[in-house]
């Protein structure tokens, strides 16, 4: 079983290589994201699709990873700036993120996004 720390790691570098069936390999079942707004998914193609308007492409420079245990697996919080492409072609960068994660028996079962988008651009 992975590291949780590397596990996220490993999920967020596919994620951002649009390698969707590797990240899915990296999440469990019952797996969601919620994103700001709440907004919640189950799947990467409700994701792509709520993005589609909001920026071309987005990745993430990771400053820190944290880990520790959870009541139900262990959490793993990842801090970071977001940089990338709005839908009109201007760059962005230095947009804070933060997202959290429950690992469980070696899968990613929940992620909680947190980030600056809305503060930068309104949609």
Request: aromatic letters at 14%; proline letters at 6%.
């Amino acid at each position: 079983m992975a590291d949780p720390k590397t596990l996220v790691q490993d999920y967020l570098a596919r994620m951002e290589a649009r390698d969707l069936p590797g990240a899915k390999d990296l999440t469990h079942v019952d797996f969601e994201m919620e994103f700001p707004g709440p907004v919640t998914f189950r799947t990467f193609d409700e994701l792509i699709d709520w993005a589609k308007p909001r920026y071309n492409w987005v990745k993430k420079r990771i400053d820190r990873v944290d880990a520790g245990p959870a009541e139900d697996g262990t959490a793993v919080t990842v801090f970071g700036t977001l940089y990338g492409e709005w839908p009109d072609g201007k760059e962005f960068q230095d947009i804070r993120f933060i997202d959290w994660f429950l690992v469980r028996d070696g899968l990613i079962l929940r992620q909680k996004v947190w980030n600056d988008i809305a503060v930068v651009r309104a949609f």
